[in-house]
Structures are given as C-alpha cells and as structure tokens.
C-alpha cells in the first residue's frame, strides 16, 4: 500500500537531480562572465544575475531549500517580535561603547609603554 505521507515528499533522487540543475545554473552564470568578455559589463554580470536567481528558484524547490525558505520567514516573524532601541537608546549604547574603547586603548598603549622601558632598563 502507498502511504499519504510519502506522496508529497520527493525522491531523494529527484532532490539530487535538482540540487545538481541548481549547481549548473549558478556556475553557467559565472562561466558566462568570464566566457563573454567581449560583451558589455551590464549583460556580463545579468548572466550571474540570472544564473543565481534561478539557481536559487530550482535549490529553493528541493526538500532543505523548502525548510530554509521556512526558517527565513519564521525568522521574519520572530524579528518583528523583538522590541528594538529607539534612536536615543542606540546612540547613547554607541557612545559609551567608543568611550569605553579609547579607555581600554589607552590603559592598553600606556601599559604597553611602560613595560618595554621596564624591560629595556632590565635588559638595558
């Protein structure tokens, strides 16, 4: 008897087929960058373009290419969840991130002064 569940899932060949079409497309784009030099940029780099695009159309068919489109849009959903800073909050954050950091660099450069006058006079 046929189970239902095992209707809607592909082969694994057929994923492997489409996984390797995929392959191809992308590289074809990139082999057309370089194959046609004597074609202008624009139309050079419209072949990576489409080869890309359709490479990721076909990979975006396969079984692992269906569960990352999945996960990008659950992401989506997650990060229009997240409370963000305001601009006040993330301006006032950087700030003390950069004081901070010329105050560890400095107490860094002057430790680092005063330990290698210490070892030339030590060795000096």
Known sequence: MTDLK??????ASA???KWLVALVLIAGGMVAYYWFTDQPIYMRAGAVAAGMILGL???GQTVKGRATWN???GSRVEMSKVVWPTRHEAIQTTLVVIVFTLIFGLFFLFTDMFLSRLTGW???
């Not at 095992?6 to 082969?11: F, K």
Request: without cysteine; hydrophobic residues 50%.
């Open 6 to 11: 095992n209707m809607d899932q592909p082969s």
């Open 15 to 17: 994923d492997n087929f």
């Open 57 to 59: 159309l076909v990979a």
């Open 71 to 73: 996960f990008v849009r």
């Open 122 to 124: 030590l060795l000096g």
